[in-house]
């Protein structure tokens, strides 16, 4: 099979005498399926451990907006004080539930912390050094056969507000200079109209990025399981971590509710349950979960080209083949499932807004998942503290889709070879201890 460039080419390069290790994987969302992928084709023995179904948490329900361009924190500049205040209210895309207040307010001060100018762009220029690969290695997997359903009509931006789009553009403009990416196309109203003609005319004008892509993140998740069973590595769901057996600073065994399994390497990918985890593993994680939520339409009565991101709701549309799912809230409320009436009814009035007439369809699914989010707004990648044959690859927040083959491709890269083709310095989980030894100091190697 021919490989789709050289940059591709030079991530599977690995050392031979790294292909005989065992590494069992625990989290079999879209973080541990990409990893299994890129661990097994390079020779890795990967069984791979899910607490529940596969790709069935934060996996299922998002928008699979596969779009470098759009990576950045969630702590940005300017995100304290009313801002904060404003976040408590219901119907605000970034909610912050007042009772979870005093259990999260440790997360919080650290999360506030981050919200400066130069913590911003340190993350967000080491996001997009994360992203390079992306489109390359979405093209890798599918030659690999892994079948899923995939677009590349790019992805519009709808505005009502002339100034909200003026700041959008600019930050585009600014992307494209710094990190390389596509130059972004101003649209009036009518031409936004002409591409997506179910957009309301109250619409002043809109922002097209043409190479931008979106997946449906089920098929994925479902063909990289294939793939999985095809590649032989050892698929098992509902089997819980409840411990480890740990000699002389190695991990020598994973129990799970059924039986306990030997190990050469284990890689934490539980999302945002990875925290529960790492604290049997003696290594805190500052990690909290932030509830998505979505409504997937079937066979809807209007029809989109691509993805739509409703500039001055934070909202989004995806058009998927015979659905199209409408989301884009984040809540901060802990880790539970609860489906919250009033903010699926507030992300329904929000998508409205924007359309000439209701959208409906013969059914409807709603969805709310939990996203693993660090304070900082960067993954952990890497080895976990003190631990010399346990890895952790996580909070990746609202981009795990898109990050997702890089991840399991740098991480792949560090467990066989022990050492990354990418810079990773910036994702290192060693930066969340407070007082690292000698042994546990390291360099930020991205600049």
């Known amino acids: ?29 879209i973080i541990g399926l990409t990893s299994a992928y890129f661990l097994s084709r390079n020779g890795a023995n990967v069984t791979l451990l899910e607490k529940d179904s596969f790709g069935e948490a934060c996996s299922r329900g998002n928008q699979g907006w596969v779009c470098p361009a759009l990576h950045a924190p969630m702590p940005e500049p300017g995100l304290v004080g009313s801002s904060m205040l404003g976040m408590m209210k219901k119907d605000d895309p970034l909610y ?147 411990g480890f057996d740990i000699n002389d600073e190695k991990i020598t065994a994973v129990q799970t509710s059924n039986e306990l399994i030997n190990a050469d390497t284990i890689l934490v990918t539980a999302g945002a349950w990875s925290s529960l985890l790492t604290k049997k593993l003696n290594y805190s994680l500052p990690m909290e979960a932030g509830k998505g939520y979505s409504i997937t339409i079937s ?23 015979g659905k199209v799912r409408i989301g884009g809230t984040m809540e901060l409320s802990g880790i539970n499932l609860k489906l919250d009436r009033g903010r699926i009814d507030s992300l329904r009035e929000s998508i409205l807004k924007y359309l000439k007439e209701p959208l409906t369809g013969d059914h409807e699914e709603e969805w709310t998942g939990m996203r693993p989010m660090t304070p900082d707004g960067l ?50 989980p060693k930066r969340f201890v407070k007082k690292p030894s000698k042994s546990q100091t390291y360099k930020m190697f991205f600049t």
Not at 5 to 27: A, D, P, Q, Y
Not at 301 to 321: C, E, H, M, V
């Open 1 to 29: 099979m021919q490989r789709t460039n050289n940059l591709v080419e030079e991530l599977f390069r690995v050392k031979e005498n790294s292909m005989t290790k065992k590494v069992v994987i625990i989290g079999g969302g």
């Open 96 to 242: 912050l539930k007042p009772t979870a207040i005093p259990r999260l307010t440790p997360w919080l001060m650290q999360f506030i912390k981050h919200c400066n100018e130069n913590d911003f762009q340190n993350a967000e220029a080491a996001l997009h050094y994360l992203s390079r690969s992306t489109f390359q290695l979405y093209d890798f997997m599918k030659e690999d056969g892994v079948d899923f359903e995939m677009h590349n009509e790019g992805m519009l931006f709808a505005f009502f507000n002339e100034e909200v789009l003026n700041q959008k553009m600019k930050g585009f403009e600014r992307k494209a200079e710094a990190y390389g990416h596509e130059a972004p196309v101003r649209l009036s109203g009518r031409e936004l109209r002409d591409m997506e003609p179910n957009l309301s005319d109250k619409v002043f004008g809109g922002i097209w990025l043409k190479q931008q892509r979106h997946v449906n993140p089920q098929s994925l998740s479902k063909a990289l399981i294939d793939k999985l069973a095809e590649m032989n590595v050892e698929m098992r769901p509902n089997e819980e971590v409840i």
């Open 299 to 321: 066979n809807p009565n209007l029809s989109f080209t691509r993805p739509l991101y409703l500039g001055d709701s934070k909202a989004g549309i995806t058009p998927f083949t």
């Open 379 to 428: 993954p952990v990648l890497g080895q976990i503290p003190d631990l010399e044959n346990s890895y952790i690859a996580t909070g990746h927040g609202m981009v795990g889709v898109a990050m997702a083959p890089a991840t399991g491709k740098i991480i792949s890269d560090i467990i066989l070879s022990g050492e990354a083709k990418s810079k990773v310095g910036h994702f290192n």
